[in-house]
């Protein structure tokens, strides 16, 4: 597996890589990949999206220097931004033994079991996709399935986000109700811990983690610029 850490890049950049890749996977030119990054302060919603949940005017919006975009993936809105970890993993899954709903919580598992590590006991909410301390989230999950034709299976894009830097909760989530979800609260590692860890420290950590649920050998994380 390939895995690529990208310090910053635009939400629409990112998705057309996402999809040249995918393509690529599909026609067995390219290895499965896992790209690590951070977006620029953006809202996408899901194909289950609900307007209403986004709380702010299109004035606002400019205001805050945040974007909007319609998407591909499954479920509701969510916020990205600096200082969260998103995680795009593209990795082909064979129709035999496919079971969709295994990959959505084995994902799930690496951010547990990472965030184990610091004493942090990470669960799920059986009626909600995601990672959950209490009844906070601190990673959100949305995932695509690409039907790869010729191999017989499916390419997987999109993912995890994964909150890092303290205060994310008070930003950008405070202008929409997050997946919909409007009982419970979001949080992040910096809040849980009261330890300062980078977003590109939390990659690198979790990176192990990711391979050994999806049982890949650990890759270097080699460092990328956006275009």
Not at 36 to 58: F, I, K
Not at 97 to 111: K, M
Not at 134 to 145: L, Q, R, S
Not at 212 to 224: C, I, K
């Amino acid at each position: 597996m390939e895995a690529r850490y990208i310090p910053m890049i635009g939400y629409a950049e990112a998705w057309e890589l996402q999809k040249s890749i995918v393509r690529q996977i599909s026609q067995e030119e390219r290895q499965e990949t896992l790209l690590l990054l951070q977006h620029p302060p953006t809202y996408t919603l899901g194909t289950d999206r609900h307007h209403e949940h986004l709380l702010l005017s299109e004035d606002e919006l400019r205001e805050r220097g945040i974007s909007v975009f319609e998407i591909d993936r499954g479920g509701d809105i969510t916020y990205h931004g600096p200082g969260q970890l998103v995680g795009y993993p593209m990795l082909f899954l064979p129709m035999e033994g496919l079971d969709l709903h295994a990959y959505l919580r084995t994902v799930e598992q690496a951010i547990i079991n990472w965030l184990a590590e610091y004493g942090i006991e990470a669960g799920r909410k059986p009626e909600y996709t995601g990672v959950w301390v209490g009844n906070e989230k601190i990673a959100a999950i949305g995932v695509k399935f690409n039907r790869a034709r010729d191999r017989g299976g499916f390419v997987t894009s999109h993912g995890f986000a994964l909150n890092i830097e303290a205060g994310i909760g008070n930003q950008g989530f405070s202008g929409i109700i997050p997946c919909g979800i409007e009982e419970y609260g979001v949080t992040s590692f910096n809040d849980l811990t009261r330890q300062k860890v980078t977003v590109e420290e939390a990659a690198r950590q979790l990176l192990p983690h990711f391979c050994h649920v999806f049982g890949f050998d650990t890759p270097e994380l080699l460092e990328q610029r956006a275009e």
